[in-house]
């Protein structure tokens, strides 16, 4: 579940911020001067992952609540925002939105690393409270199972 | 009324005669023009003798004012005469007596040719003499593209390939790229020939990237586009922060040998806003949505799209493909 969630965050990701490209070739591309930024990518994609799928695995097996997986999404949802400026699907995006948009953009582009250092913050964050939670609760049921 | 037009003997009897109305004199002056000027010898980057021929009949009243305008404007749009064409400041409807007095010298001998070339100039400068455009703004189509409003190109105006890049100066990647895989291009391509390199604006991020468009045609007026392109991209400092308004791009100036009245004019009341608005509809017309935006054309009007800021190795295989 984690690949799945990881490699659907990331292959859109990587086209949306203009590193995956189709036309006129098929090609992958990072700069030297865009590593920080795609390895801030990678590292939003998999706490994502990591999230979601062990708040995926609390709410079926354990009948947890849905508040972890929201604090997650909100995290994945600013680091996926930033930075993701100015390439087709972006603009697009953005003129739906109209003036909302453009004002977003702003930000998003303006503070694209504080955005990713608060997003990674709060996925690092939700994956500790996540994994605290489950130890919990994981030994309440073995210890019900067990009596 | 045009009475005489050359002193040649056989000449002057031919046009002496008052049965010529104005428009045939007018006419028959053109004509002459015409004819000398299809004289080889004619060309070159001085002034032909026969001007100052005419210089002297005009300061002496042997012709009027409008006539010798209309032989100016034919002797500087057809660049037998070069000044500076597209510094038009103020329309001003009578031509001062200084510039007849100039011309009046200048036939006896008295001042140079340069000189004399500073009162045609003031001619062209306040819109008495009309010229044509600018060569440089002349309709300018390439693979379909309109790039008369362009930027002028970099490169060699014979390379066979042409690459155009639809930019917005307050887009990071276009900023990034234009400052490192610009730089590799250049190299490969545009020093050695191989494509001439245009850049346009698509100004999408606000209002800043209009007036930052706008700024730099200003400063193209002054011959320092690319020095200023320079500046913008070394002040990138996001979307719609100030970094681009007007009151900053204005202070950028004063670090390049601008006139600065000049450019805080030309900013201040959007003379170049129609230009980048053109730019603009050229973009969408060829189905642009983002920036960077380039494309690839070849000698046979191929085209290849290249969206986002690839690679220098892929501008090469596109054209390597088209060969």
């Not at chain 2, 005009?58 to 010798?68: H, K, L, M, Q």
């Not at chain 2, 004399?116 to 306040?126: E, K, W």
């Not at chain 2, 234009?178 to 050695?192: N, P, Q, R, T, Y």
């Not at chain 2, 670090?255 to 900013?267: A, H, P, Q």
């Amino acid at each position: 579940m984690f690949i799945v969630f990881f490699s659907g965050l990331f292959l859109p990701l990587i086209y949306l911020t203009e590193y995956l490209f189709f036309e006129p070739y098929f090609l992958f591309y990072v700069a030297e001067y865009e590593i920080l930024n795609f390895l801030s990518i990678v590292v939003i994609c998999a706490l994502t992952g990591l999230v979601l799928s062990m708040s995926i695995f609390r709410i079926r097996f354990l009948q947890a609540s849905t508040k972890k997986l929201r604090s997650g999404l909100v995290g994945s949802i600013i680091g996926v925002g930033a930075g993701a400026c100015c390439g087709g699907i972006g603009v697009a995006l953005i003129s739906i939105f109209g003036a909302v948009g453009g004002v977003a953009t702003s930000v998003l582009t303006n503070f694209e690393i504080p955005l990713r250092v608060a997003s990674i913050a709060i996925l690092v964050f939700t994956y500790f409270m996540i994994v605290k939670d489950l130890n919990r609760e994981c030994k309440v049921k073995f210890d019900k199972f067990r009596n | 009324m045009c009475q005489i037009i050359f002193k040649n003997e056989n000449c002057v009897f031919f046009f002496k005669t008052r049965k010529h109305n104005g428009f045939m004199n007018y006419f028959l002056v053109i004509l002459g023009l015409i004819v000398i000027f299809s004289i080889p010898s004619v060309f070159g980057e001085e002034i032909p003798s026969w001007v100052k021929n005419s210089a002297g009949w005009w300061a002496n009243d042997s012709i009027t004012d409008e006539d010798f305008v209309k032989g100016i404007e034919f002797l500087v749009n057809e660049e037998i005469i070069q000044v500076e064409k597209n510094l038009i400041q103020n329309k001003t409807p009578e031509i001062p007596s200084w510039v007849k007095n100039s011309a009046g010298w200048w036939a006896d001998g008295t001042i140079n040719d340069r000189d004399f070339l500073n009162g045609i100039q003031y001619l062209v400068s306040n819109g008495i003499v009309s010229v044509s455009q600018d060569s440089s703004y002349d309709k300018l189509f390439i693979g379909g593209f309109d790039l008369s409003n362009a930027g002028p190109f970099e490169g060699n105006s014979y390379a066979q390939y042409t690459i155009i890049m639809f930019s917005d100066h307050q887009c990071e990647k276009c900023v990034n790229w234009l400052s490192h895989e610009k730089k590799i291009i250049d190299e490969k391509l545009i020093h050695s020939g191989i494509a001439k390199f245009f850049l346009l604006d698509y100004p999408m991020l606000g209002e800043d990237s209009v007036t930052a468009a706008e700024a730099s045609y200003c400063a193209l007026e002054q011959g320092n586009y690319f020095e200023y392109l320079d500046i913008l991209n070394k002040k990138y400092a996001g979307i719609q922060n100030g970094w681009a308004s007007v009151n900053a791009l204005v202070e950028y100036s004063k670090t390049l040998d601008l006139n600065f009245d000049e450019f805080d004019n030309c900013l201040f009341w959007d003379q170049q806003a129609l230009r980048v608005d053109y730019n603009k509809k050229v973009a969408l017309s060829h189905g642009v949505v983002g920036t960077p935006t380039f494309f690839v054309i070849g000698p046979d009007d191929q085209i290849e799209k290249i969206v986002g800021p690839q690679p220098p190795m892929i501008f090469e295989a596109v054209i390597m493909e088209m060969k």
